[in-house]
């Protein structure tokens, strides 16, 4: 069964189901030929107005990634100077104290030079750590704690780590600054 439509065209839809084949009433439309050569690179400046924040995200990434584990080694170092200043507590008094090993507070400042030196000592290019320094900054960031006044059970420490970065430097962000503070304490049991 064939079926025409105003044009005469046929329409035989149960015959082969073909809608497609069909004709479409009307004219093609098609773009003049100026407007298709205005969408000539529209995607390639869309890609360079995006490669910037996707550069400082990625960026972020990279050298965020770098300042928390700065920060965690900063940790690490200011733990280990703490434990270092706390291990010179007097051995003897030990004996005599029921267990307890404390510092002199009056040796507060040669403990702390000692963890100065050690922090130091960690600095740069240690550790595969490129351009990343570590310090005591100011001298009430290594402190002595838990104590009479005379003597202290605890020492406290605070270690900044200043790192550059790679590829934050291009948006003016040249050095990543991280601190971290922790406490060693001086436990001894006898018996």
Request: charged letters at 20%.
């Amino acid at each position: 069964m064939q079926h025409l439509d105003d044009a005469g065209h046929r329409l035989d839809q149960e015959r082969d189901g073909d809608l497609a084949a069909r004709p479409v009433p009307g004219h093609a439309v098609s773009r003049p030929a100026g407007r298709r050569r205005r969408d000539h690179g529209a995607s390639a400046v869309f890609f360079a107005i995006l490669a910037v924040p996707m550069l400082l995200l990625f960026g972020l990434v990279v050298d965020g990634g770098r300042a928390i584990a700065d920060r965690q080694r900063a940790g690490d170092v200011a733990l280990e100077a703490a434990r270092q200043i706390v291990s010179q507590c007097d051995q003897n008094a030990i004996y005599t104290n029921g267990g307890i090993c404390e510092v002199a507070v009056a040796d507060t400042s040669r403990l702390c030079a000692g963890a100065e030196r050690y922090v130091s000592s960690y600095g740069i290019g240690t550790d595969g750590d490129h351009g990343v320094s570590y310090a005591i900054e100011r001298p009430s960031d290594c402190q002595l704690k838990q104590g009479d006044g005379q003597h202290a059970r605890a020492a406290e420490v605070r270690v900044c780590a200043k790192a550059s970065t790679y590829i934050l430097q291009m948006a003016g962000l040249g050095s990543i600054h991280q601190c971290a503070t922790e406490t060693a304490e001086a436990v001894t049991a006898v018996g």
